[in-house]
């Protein structure tokens, strides 16, 4: 059984736990920041191509203590890199490192490559390495003098979905955008709504769960290239992907922003997507926004403030969209906003707050909860 890391932003943990639950992977166990779980090669695929909350897929490979560079040299030289990387493999190292006595990330970083070339000299009886081939992303990190070594699945983040080749300023990630989704009561068969939508990525990635979309299908990652983990198990993997789409779900998903150039960013992006037929983009301010039908969700990533720098706007846009929510109580509102007093503005109280980081800015997401639906 090989050992994995699902790795989530502060406050996603519960998203990612019930994606490996839903994914069915095994013995899974979530710490701060991330989602532990079990498994073999074929959980590579799968995880990368249908996490939509977790940021990288990291494989376990060694966990042990180390206050001296000479017991991080040794702990890392003692396990078994060549399972993985192989004579021609090409690897770098990152790191990180908290409340540790080996503080300083760049020697940490360097020990930990030159052990590993040690471990791979004495197994493949080489004394050079040309590392010409696949790549492979070491991270060590090291917390309260705990270290943790891993080697990156994903390459590039699990957020860059493949639709989304540009995007405005202070853009919201895709995978917070699906967390939001999921931390909602929304579904497909509810009209969702997201009247400051930017480029388009909370509705985009609302019709990618209403269609059963992978969020991986549009984009490669680096474990793709690797010996120990085969081809065919990716192309299995995207053919189930593929085959689980519902093409005959058409949702009703509307985006509005009162900026015409990040509108056709927002349609360009849901074609790539392969969702523009189920959303409906339009330019239009807050104060013009209109609920469709009954026991909608709004899920929205408003200005705070500190993008716009104008706070009376912010305020007022705030005052606005309470005021319209307040017209029709079968609607449930969700708003992630680092203004401290949005309940005030929004003029009511949220049925529950979480607190969540979008990029480095510290949010709180309001969730305001409608009635449920009548029953069909």
């Known amino acids: 059984m090989i050992n994995y890391i699902a790795t989530a932003a502060a406050g996603l943990e519960a998203c990612v736990k019930r994606e490996a639950i839903k994914l069915g992977f095994e013995n899974i166990h979530t710490f701060d920041g991330r989602v532990?779980?079990?498994?073999?090669?074929?959980?590579?695929p799968k995880a990368n191509l249908w996490f939509r909350c977790a940021s990288r897929i990291l494989i376990k490979i060694g966990t042990f203590k180390a206050v001296s560079f000479e017991e991080l040299f040794q702990g890392t030289k003692a396990l078994p890199w060549e399972e993985w990387i192989p004579v021609d493999g090409k690897f770098t190292v990152v790191g990180k490192s908290v409340k540790s006595t080996l503080y300083s990330v760049s020697d940490c970083q360097a020990i930990v490559k030159k052990a590993v070339v040690e471990r791979l000299k004495g197994v493949y009886d080489v004394d050079?390495?040309?590392?010409?081939?696949?790549?492979?992303?070491?991270?060590?990190?090291l917390l309260k003098d705990i270290v943790t070594l891993t080697i990156d699945t994903s390459g590039s983040s699990l957020h860059k979905r493949g639709y989304r080749a540009n995007a405005l300023d202070a853009p919201l990630k895709?995978?917070?955008?699906?967390?939001?989704?999921?931390?909602?009561?929304?579904?497909?068969?509810?009209?969702?709504?997201?009247?400051?939508?930017?480029?388009g990525t909370i509705p985009i990635e609302a019709a990618m769960i209403a269609r059963n979309i992978a969020p991986g299908l549009n984009r490669h990652f680096a474990s793709e290239k690797w010996d120990r983990v085969p081809e065919k198990l990716w192309k299995e993997e995207r053919k189930?992907?593929?085959?689980?789409?519902?093409?005959?779900?058409?949702?009703?998903?509307?985006?509005?922003?009162?900026?015409?150039?990040?509108?056709?960013?927002?349609?360009?992006?849901?074609?790539?997507a392969g969702v523009d037929d189920c959303i409906t983009f339009e330019v239009?301010?807050?104060?013009?926004?209109?609920?469709?039908?009954?026991?909608?969700?709004?899920?929205?990533?408003?200005?705070?403030?500190?993008?716009?720098?104008?706070?009376k706007t912010v305020e007022d846009m705030y005052r606005s969209l309470g005021g319209t929510m307040h017209s029709n109580e079968t609607w449930s509102?969700?708003?992630?906003?680092?203004?401290e007093y949005f309940e005030k503005l929004f003029g009511k109280k949220a049925s529950a707050k979480r607190k969540l980081f979008n990029a480095w800015i510290k949010t709180d997401y309001y969730q305001f909860y409608g009635p449920r639906p009548p029953k069909k």
């Open 36 to 44: 532990e779980f079990t498994g073999d090669e074929s959980v590579i």
């Open 128 to 141: 050079w390495f040309d590392e010409t081939g696949a790549e492979y992303t070491i991270q060590v990190a």
């Open 174 to 199: 895709e995978t917070l955008a699906a967390a939001m989704i999921e931390l909602s009561y929304w579904n497909k068969d509810r009209v969702l709504m997201d009247p400051f939508c930017g480029s």
């Open 240 to 272: 189930k992907a593929y085959a689980a789409i519902d093409y005959d779900c058409m949702p009703e998903i509307y985006g509005s922003d009162i900026d015409p150039a990040a509108i056709e960013l927002a349609k360009s992006n849901a074609e790539l």
């Open 284 to 311: 239009k301010p807050v104060q013009e926004l209109e609920l469709y039908g009954d026991y909608g969700c709004l899920i929205t990533n408003p200005p705070y403030g500190e993008r716009l720098g104008d706070m």
């Open 333 to 339: 509102t969700y708003v992630i906003t680092s203004m």
